[in-house]
């Protein structure tokens, strides 16, 4: 049986660094840390981990936002289970328990942006009932 709690990243972070990693692999261990301290001091933002007997199995960063196409929104960020337990259901769990947990909270929707190269999580998310509602532009300084 799967639990999810909200955790502070920072408290576990060799474990949420590995996962973080195993998502963004062309990203430096220093940078990762980074930025999560600036990220866990934000108001809008929480950290879901996904655990079992446990065990830290999987991350997601949670962005509350109020949107007028949705109204109060949790884009989640930053998903990702341990590529060594992917393809056993644990994504799916993991999904339907911050679901639950965004509904309890009054959210009226649950959305996130995926990189177009990792055509993985597309089928994944089409699974789960997400449906493309656009393009997310960036322009960086």
């Known amino acids: ?23 963004n692999p062309n990203k ?8 999560l301290k600036k990220m866990v001091m934000l108001d809008n ?32 960020d930053n998903v990702i289970v341990d590529n060594r337990l992917q393809s056993k259901g644990l994504g799916k769990q993991f999904f339907s328990k911050i679901e639950d947990w965004a509904l309890q909270n009054g959210y009226d929707a649950v959305g996130l942006t995926t990189y177009l190269s990792n055509a993985r999580s597309h089928k994944f998310y089409f699974n789960q009932g997400y ?11």
């Open 45 to 76: 933002y929480t950290c879901f981990g996904l655990y079992q007997a446990g065990e830290l199995l999987g991350i997601s960063s949670g962005w509350t936002t109020v949107r007028i196409y949705c109204g109060k929104h949790l884009e989640l």
């Open 1 to 23: 049986m799967t639990e999810l709690k909200i955790i502070n990243p920072m408290a576990h972070f060799a474990k949420v660094k590995d996962l973080l990693m195993q998502l």
């Open 28 to 35: 430096q261990a220093t940078y990762i840390e980074e930025t």
């Open 131 to 141: 449906n493309i509602l656009g393009f997310h532009f960036q322009k960086t300084n």
